[in-house]
């Protein structure tokens, strides 16, 4: 809703009493919606996300608004009001579900994901929730943000980011700049912002997609749209308006379809695709503007949309968690629990607009009291803070319990090499020497290729230091060794970094001269036929060089973090391999062609040598998840270290084979030195 109550000249009001404006709740309204239903998964709304851009973009418009009158009115902005009213506004109804959520996480939720959820409510009460899940984004090992019920409160901790500035530009402008000339100067001053921020915007999709996605300097310009789009009220009187209007109108609602209906793959996203939604919702505010008693606005001021739109701060607050705690409690629920979960959502908004978020918003025994309100609204949150702070420290001691420890433990159970640095992370092109095994062997072998390279590395280890070998690890994450062009997936772009990378191990490989290559990629990487061709390519150029190779298969993919489900599953006191093995032909399905393709291609060579390890991994039709008790995966789809140890005999027995044939390339490796 127009969250201080203020309204534009000209626009539809639900009475002369409320100042509440009806035909942008509608657009309100729209915007929630649009973010359920895509959470929701409803196929048709794919773009969906694009909800949380109109509602910054209206932010940034009912902001200045606002700012901008009270400005023309009385010569200056008390900023103490200001965040007065949005304390009132916005605070009580966060407080409530920051409670909420760590209460039900403490008691649903295992102690590995309480402490996630906790640190996600502590950001969140202190308004940094973007920080938060920006880093987690960007963290190979991060953890599983996506199943956060805190992870939606990014978007207001931009919006709260965004109000802790812009008063402050409006305020110094009408406050330095000369009278006649203020308007002018705050156009300008917010049109440069707007153009700088975009720009930056654009270039950090193509750099780190994450940090422009939840950061707020990047996301600065949606805001700047909505503050243009008011700012041109004065100019939207001179113009035709029944034309402008229908224009503006058509063209807006146009791009708002637009985006809902092909914007369905969010890595790209913000960078340029966000301004569909964004020039879409300015749009629609100019029609508004335009034609007060215009069909658009009419529209929009539907009384059920309206009223939706009244409920859209809350709806948005309590939809997220409730379809995360749905799936938690009713894995296998579908669209039942999935709807029930968003009518639950929606009763818990009603009730919290109705009784928390209105009757605080409206009170006016605190409206002569801001400083006394902003003072409690900074202690209520580091309260909140603090709270989460000392929950956390139980979960963590909770996790530490033995019937707990172990799930915590095989979370953690990663390649040491991550810990000293052996990895290439994202943006990195190079990597230091990493020696392992017997620095002084003359017989070399080589770990070569992305993180499903990485996590073979406790076998590997163990075989060097076994035999004299030296080992040199290669990895890169999420770069396969293969020569392919492939792109990065947390963001859709070109992994450029990944090509550089790749080329300077090639040509450290054509100086080490091993004895071996050993090879290990995910095989999601191309389409089968592509795949195939680049690691042709790939074992042309290592034969050139003289390096003979063996090429791991790649390992299954539960699709789901394995700790976490057999935590949630000891912790509900259910049956752990029920509930958290899979089937191998889902396990398989991810890649399958790709690994077929691949051993057509190895099989060919005498150089190379295909090696096979996966019914260890799963040896039967349904997948396990435990074997003799030890955790099979630390995540979705990377073994645990604990689990890799268990094949060293099969890795060592395929080698050593391959290596008693007549005329093998690897045959030094079994040799004395």
Known sequence: MNRDGAHAPGLVLANAASQVRMDVQGLRGIAILLVVMYHAGIPFVAGGFIGVDVFFVISGY?????????ARRTGRIRITHFYARRARRLLPAAWMLCAVVAAFAMIVLPPIEQYDVLSATRASALYVANVWFG???IDYLGGDASANPMLHMWSLAVEEQFYLLWPFLIAGITRFAPADRSERVLRHAIVGLTIVSFVLCVWMTEKRQPWAFFGTPFRAWEFGL????????QQSRRLPRSFWCAICAASGVGLLILGTLALADARQF????ALIPAIGTSLVLIALDLGDRSLLSRGLAWRPLAWIGDLSYSWYLWHWPALVFAIVLFPSGGLTVTGVAIALSLSAAHASFRWIENPIRTTSRLVPLSGLVVAAAISGSVGIAIASSLAMQFASSRGSAFDQRRWTEARNDVPRIYELGCIAWYDETDLPACEF???SSTRTIVLFGDSHAAHWFAAVEALALRNGWRLIVLVKAACPSVESRVRWEASGQPYLQCDAWREKMFARLDRLKPDLVLIANASVYQLPEQWAADVARTLDRLERSGLPSAWLRDTPAPGF???ACLARMAWGGRDLEANCGYERKAGFKKGLAQSQAQLRVVADRSSALWIDLNEAVCPAERCPAIVDGTVIFSDSNHLAQRFVQRL????????????????????RLYSRD
Request: charged share 15%.
């Open 62 to 70: 009912l902001i200045t608004g606002l700012l901008v009158r009270e």
């Open 135 to 137: 880093a987690r984004a």
């Open 226 to 233: 909505g503050a243009i789009a008011y700012m041109l009220q």
């Open 270 to 273: 913000p960078g340029t695709l």
């Open 437 to 439: 095994g017997d620095l």
């Open 561 to 563: 973090h394995v700790p």
């Open 648 to 667: 060293i005999e099969p890795l060592n027995s395929a080698l050593r084979s391959r290596a008693s044939q007549e005329n093998s390339p690897i045959a």
